[in-house]
């Protein structure tokens, strides 16, 4: 079975930084894309970044200029560099992937169980 092992997180006063990684257990799993989302109380799971196998990246408005999304293939983990915290980026933190495993005919998606981010003074 696939899962996502996620680290990282916790609490950080505004301006402040903290790095997210997530990695994939599983030896047999091709991940195609990677990516973090969030969702703050009350609110909707939103995209924060992704990034694909090639490296190529997307990120959401808000994480534009503060965030880094990175990855190592050959460890099928992802990494994000949160910098000039904010406390609207207080949420839990979703790592995702999307892949096969040989026996798929699809691909699949998977989630992490979440990281909580608190930005507070």
């Known amino acids: 079975q696939v899962q996502l092992v996620e680290s990282g997180g916790g609490l950080v006063q505004p301006g402040g930084s903290l790095s997210l990684s997530c990695t994939t257990s599983g030896s047999m799993f091709s991940v195609h894309i990677m990516g973090w989302y969030r969702q703050a109380p009350g609110k909707q799971r939103e995209l924060v970044a992704r990034?694909?196998?090639?490296?190529?990246?997307t990120y959401d408005e808000s994480a534009k200029g503060r965030f880094t999304i990175s990855r190592d293939n050959a460890k099928n983990t992802v990494y994000l560099r949160m910098n000039s915290l904010e406390p609207e980026d207080t949420a839990v933190y979703y790592c995702?992937?999307?892949?096969?495993?040989?026996?798929?005919?699809?691909?699949?998606?998977?989630w992490g169980q979440g990281t909580q981010v608190t930005v507070s003074s």
């Open positions: 990034i694909g196998h090639g490296g190529s990246t």
């Open positions: 995702n992937a999307v892949g096969v495993t040989p026996s798929d005919i699809a691909p699949r998606v998977i």
